[in-house]
Nanobody, 115 residues
């Protein structure tokens, strides 16, 4: 099994920054993809950013140029650096790991952007 534990959410003013972290543990394959998704109230969960074991990255158009995803393979940890935050970035952010056709999810961390 795989466990994912997120941290780093909180309340930030518009224009501010936050860094989310997600540590994966358990049966982790060397080939996988780690990602961040978010879900705002009344909306569907959406992809924010994703990074493969080969460090190929992709981002939602709404966060390009503001968010950066990175990973530390020896630590099985993925990060999401969020800059220039906007009120519309407010959501619960979920970490995900995909490997061998399976998807695993963290418990989520709340990010609120408000003055």
């Amino acid at each position: 099994q795989v466990q994912l534990v997120e941290s780093g959410g909180g309340l930030v003013q518009p224009g501010g920054s936050l860094r989310l972290s997600c540590a994966a543990s358990g049966s982790i394959d060397s080939i996988n993809a780690l990602g961040w998704y978010r879900q705002a109230p009344g909306k569907q969960r959406e992809l924010v950013a994703r990074i493969t074991s080969y460090r190929r990255e992709n981002y939602a158009d709404s966060v390009k140029g503001r968010f950066t995803i990175s990973r530390d393979n020896p630590k099985n940890t993925v990060y999401l650096q969020m800059n220039s935050l906007k009120p519309e970035d407010t959501a619960v952010y979920y970490c995900s790991l995909s490997q061998r056709g399976d998807n695993y999810w963290g418990q989520g961390t709340q990010v609120t952007v408000s003055s």
